[in-house]
């Protein structure tokens, strides 16, 4: 019986990575963005909130981050019916708003990119650029 299984793990400079690459588009499209990058357990490693972006955007990136992770979905593709339900059974830390995507590595889901501040679109491009500079890197 195994009691214990490999796990990969998000590191500092991937984290970083993210973040950079998410700053850099969000810069060139002229959209400042709330940008945050959560671990497999939904723990924020990584945030940063550019000149302009709307405050409360703050935790709607965290709660896309978060939803994205330990749903290993995109966020505002979940079925909308249990929207209401998600939030209430997790005191609003699930959101099924676009902007989030999930982290994934080998099959694994490492963590979470939530981007909030702009349109939904605009977001989910954001997170989607900053994830194929993360695919692209080479591993360490």
């Known amino acids: 019986m195994k009691t214990?299984?490999?796990a990969i793990k998000l590191t500092d400079e991937g984290a970083r990575l993210l973040l950079e690459a998410a700053i850099e588009h969000a810069t060139k499209m002229g959209v400042p963005q709330c940008i945050a990058i959560v671990d497999e357990g939904c723990n924020l490693v990584a945030f940063f909130r550019m000149a302009g972006s709307r405050v409360l955007s703050i935790q709607s990136a965290q709660r896309k981050a978060m939803t994205a992770a330990s749903t290993g979905k995109p966020t505002g593709?979940?079925?909308p019916a249990i929207d209401l339900k998600l939030a209430l059974a997790t005191?609003?830390?699930m959101v099924n708003i676009k902007g989030g995507l999930p982290i994934m590595t080998d099959g694994?889901?490492?963590g979470g990119i939530g981007v909030g501040s702009g349109t939904g679109d605009q977001d989910l491009e954001v997170a989607s650029v900053a994830l194929s500079k993360f695919g692209s890197a080479a591993p360490s």
């Open 4 to 6: 214990t299984r490999p």
């Open 77 to 79: 593709s979940l079925d």
């Open 108 to 110: 694994q889901i490492i």
């Open 91 to 93: 005191d609003g830390d």
